[in-house]
């Protein structure tokens, strides 16, 4: 499998506490910090469905489950990218 290399960010957490804001990370790496939460909570369900998601589907995925919001870094505003600086997590 070839991996996409793009750089994306989570930009918002919708619960309202931080978590994982400002956190940046490859598509892949993103998808193995998914795996890596659901485990961490016990989760194979949730587990399987990131494993098996397609490259296009897995950011939706993860933001859907962990009610985050994660973005390109391309599509990020400098407005966003300012904001976020005080609390970024680099991987």
């Known amino acids: ?4 290399n793009d750089i994306y960010i989570n930009v918002h957490d919708n619960q309202g506490t931080g978590w994982a804001l400002g956190r940046i990370m490859t598509l892949k790496d993103w998808r193995d910090q998914a795996i890596d939460w659901a485990d961490s909570d016990g989760n194979e369900e949730v587990q399987e469905m990131i494993i098996d998601a397609r490259d296009d589907e897995v950011l939706d995925l993860i933001s859907d489950i962990w009610d985050i919001q994660i973005k390109a870094m391309s599509e990020v505003t400098a407005e966003e990218f300012e904001d976020l600086k005080s609390c970024m997590h680099l991987c």
């Open 1 to 4: 499998m070839e991996w996409n």
